[in-house]
């Protein structure tokens, strides 16, 4: 006897207009159809007059799967039908297994079909324009922790995330757990998107924030999607950037802008907190960009609108010099900000009165350069990237009224008096400042507290590095 075949198909979310030709012409010439009974109502117009259609109740897949080799073995030709596509939990891994298992040498032939996420998709607008996932919500065959794990690692990894069978009589909080992982890895305003009986007479589509997301709104017969952090909503449609637009215009900037560009979306998209001001987020984006350090979050403090109101100083030319503490410090600010704004950078060290001074007054060398930097430009921004001393001899002129500063980046690094010294700082109320808080610091990371001052008007588009 010649051994018959199965095809295993998947027809769709439910609307005939979606079913492929392919697997209509499957199901046109088999012999015999198996599926769970609700998938008959959308294929009714396909099926051959003539062929034997069974149906099973739910929770009966291994019964189909054993009905389509008994008569596949007896010669016929059988399609088995799956919703949606049948490899995404569908039937088809099922029945290679029972083969496997089998050893059956009935021919098994796989036909994609429209997935409900991709049915979805289409209906939401584009949401997934970008790397994403999909998570089934049932712990029938998988157990909780395994599931809340990938939740976590989807939400973590900036995933847009399709969620099949979010919800039933009795598994209705799963839903509401995934929701509050996604919070802690999303901005309130993460659109989320959802379609009832996608492509069905029933069909309903709403979309939403992560924040206003109500599990409740949600049925067994939903698709749930969420968009990534670069995601937006507009025109009643969920869009997740490829990229095309962001990286438009790269031909007119250097390598180096454009690897910085690329890392400050990546940085972006890891921080924990997104909601904040746009200069603190500025300020924020660079210092971790130089230290790879993510703890940057909770140590870097900043005035209220401090980079806002620095960059108005510089840009506007009432602020024309800028006093460093060391060279180092000095050197890592971007020669072509400062010739495009044109601003000074002086450090007093190299100064020939500086060796003089600290020696007869026994101070440090930063001390003095700061005492004489002081005395000829009191109104200067001034930046410490290394030395607390240093910056303890300005607040002290501070208080003495010798000095008053159009702004202060307190960066000092290191174990003796540094956090005292950005206490000392912290304590100025009317003077803008930027403060990296603990013993961390450095004169790199000054520096570029500098350099994102001085190219602000570069924020809103998240284009640093036009100076590099």
């Known amino acids: 006897m010649n051994q018959g075949k199965i095809y295993v198909v998947g027809i769709g979310p439910g609307c005939e207009e979606d079913i492929t030709p392919a697997v209509r012409a499957a199901i046109t ?19 051959h007059p003539g062929t034997e259609c069974i149906d099973t109740g739910m929770k009966k897949e291994k019964d189909r799967a054993a009905l389509a080799f008994e008569y596949a073995e007896q010669g016929k030709t059988v399609c088995v039908v799956s919703s949606g596509d049948a490899g995404i939990y569908g039937m088809a891994p099922l029945v290679l297994e029972m083969k496997r298992e089998k050893a059956s040498p009935v021919e098994v032939e796989i036909l994609p079909g429209i997935s409900a996420f991709q049915k979805g998709a289409a209906l939401l607008g584009a949401p997934i324009g970008h790397d994403f996932c999909i998570i089934s919500l049932s712990d ?10 990938r939740i976590e690692a989807a939400a ?45 007479d029933e069909q309903e589509i709403k979309i939403t924030t992560i924040a206003d997301f109500d599990p409740e709104e949600v049925d067994m017969f939903t698709i749930v999607i969420i968009g990534n952090s670069q ?26 802008q454009e690897i910085m ?3 400050f979306r990546t940085i972006e998209s890891e921080l924990q907190n997104k909601d904040i001001p746009l200069g603190r987020k500025w300020a924020l984006l660079h210092a971790i960009h130089t230290t790879a350090d993510f703890d940057m979050e ?10 806002e109101t620095l960059h108005a100083l510089l840009h506007d030319g009432k602020t024309r010099t800028i006093i ?21 950078v002086k450090c007093y060290l190299s100064d020939e009165r500086v060796a003089e001074m600290a020696a007869r007054m026994k101070i440090t060398r930063t001390q ?9 430009h009191p109104d200067a921004l001034y930046v410490f990237g290394n030395a607390p001393t240093a910056l303890m001899e300005l607040c002290k002129l501070m208080r003495l009224g010798k000095a008053h500063p159009a702004g202060v980046i307190g960066a000092p690094v290191g174990f003796v008096n540094v956090r005292e010294s950005k206490h000392m700082l912290k304590s100025f109320t009317t003077i803008p400042k930027i403060i990296i808080e603990g013993r961390k610091g450095g004169s790199n990371l000054a520096a570029t507290l500098v350099n994102a001052i001085l190219c602000f008007d570069d924020a809103e588009g998240l284009r640093p590095g036009r100076d590099v």
């Open 29 to 47: 010439r088999s012999d015999v159809v198996v599926g769970y009974k609700y998938y008959f109502n959308f294929i009714q117009s396909v099926i």
């Open 140 to 149: 029938l065959m998988t157990p909780w922790e395994k599931i809340e794990r």
């Open 156 to 200: 973590s990894a900036d995933f847009v995330t399709a969620i099949y069978n979010p919800k039933s009589e009795g598994r209705y909080w799963q839903l509401h757990r995934l929701k509050e992982i996604f919070c802690q890895y999303r901005s309130p305003e993460n659109p989320v998107g959802f379609v009832r009986q996608a492509g069905r």
């Open 231 to 256: 995601s937006y909503a507009w025109d009643d449609k969920i869009i997740t950037p490829r990229g095309y637009y962001r990286e438009q215009g790269t031909d007119e900037v250097g390598i180096g």
């Open 261 to 263: 560009m690329r890392s």
């Open 298 to 307: 909770n140590i870097l403090y900043t005035d209220d609108n401090a980079v």
């Open 324 to 344: 460093t503490d060391v060279t180092m410090a000095a050197s890592g600010i971007r020669k072509g900000a400062l010739e495009r704004l044109g601003i000074e």
């Open 368 to 376: 003095a350069g700061i005492r004489l930097a002081a005395e000829e």
